[in-house]
T-cell receptor, first 112, second 113 residues
Framework: GESVGLHLPTLSVQEGDNSIINCAYS??????FIWYKQESGKGPQFIID?????DKRQGQRVTVLLNKTVKHLSLQIAATQPGDSAVYFC???????????FGKGITLSVRP | DAGITQSPRHKVTETGTPVTLRCHQT?????MYWYRQDPGHGLRLIHY???????DKGEVSDGYSVSRSKTEDFLLTLESATSSQTSVYFC????????????FGDGTRLSIL
């Protein structure tokens, strides 16, 4: 079964607001996490990653937070824009040389 | 964008016919992967390769075979397609396995009637 999941299937936000997309993982041994964005008709696009020795990592307008205590990963998008509308999903790796396990995805819809 | 090209982008075929999907990369990455993406499921790994002629099974490998005769090409073959193999197929590449992000192609939409 899935070991990576997302709390909400859809998220609607106002343009300009901040978005927070959440992901719960079940395996405490997971040590590497990735967020992907997927637009309609396209392949998943890498956004940001984080290793388990970190709690936070920032990119351009995005921040990933990792809470290992509760096995929770979140993606924060600042000043959400219409171009951010897409499906977002997280992926985790459990142990060295393990493959990635992907969550099902959540749709982010940005209201103008 | 990572230099990954999948072909064909769309294909419709009949049950029982053989189908081959191609993934071509220009990044010289060691690892290549084939996934399928279906509603209600996350991406599921079919097969992967860790070098020329080196391949291994993923979680949904039944009914699929792969070959990698050159670093840049990874082929996925459905020997006798079934309707349950209707899906969107994605190829991905990575420098290392698991500790570096995988980068994806834009997929092949395969319909088996």
């Amino acid at each position: 079964g899935e070991s990576v999941g997302l709390h909400l299937p859809t998220l609607s936000v106002q343009e300009g607001d901040n978005s927070i997309i959440n992901c719960a993982y079940s395996n405490s041994a997971s040590d590497y996490f990735i967020w992907y964005k997927q637009e309609s008709g396209k392949g998943p696009q890498f956004i940001i990653d984080i290793r388990s020795n970190m709690d936070k990592r920032q990119g351009q307008r995005v921040t990933v937070l990792l809470n290992k205590t509760v096995k929770h990963l979140s993606l924060q998008i600042a000043a959400t824009q219409p171009g951010d509308s897409a499906v977002y999903f997280c992926a985790e790796r459990t142990g060295a040389n393990s493959k990635l396990t992907f969550g099902k995805g959540i749709t982010l819809s940005v209201r103008p | 964008d990572a230099g990954i090209t999948q072909s064909p982008r769309h294909k419709v075929t009949e049950t029982g016919t053989p189908v081959t999907l191609r993934c071509h990369q220009t990044e010289n990455h060691r690892y290549m992967y084939w996934y399928r993406q279906d509603p209600g499921h996350g991406l599921r790994l079919i097969h992967y390769s860790y070098g020329v002629k080196d391949t291994d099974k993923g979680e949904v490998s039944d009914g699929y075979s792969v070959s990698r005769s050159k670093t840049e090409d990874f082929l996925l073959t459905l020997e006798s397609a079934t309707s349950s193999q209707t899906s969107v197929y994605f190829c991905a590449i990575s420098v290392e396995q698991g500790n570096q992000p995988q980068h994806f192609g834009d997929g092949t939409r395969l319909s088996i009637l």
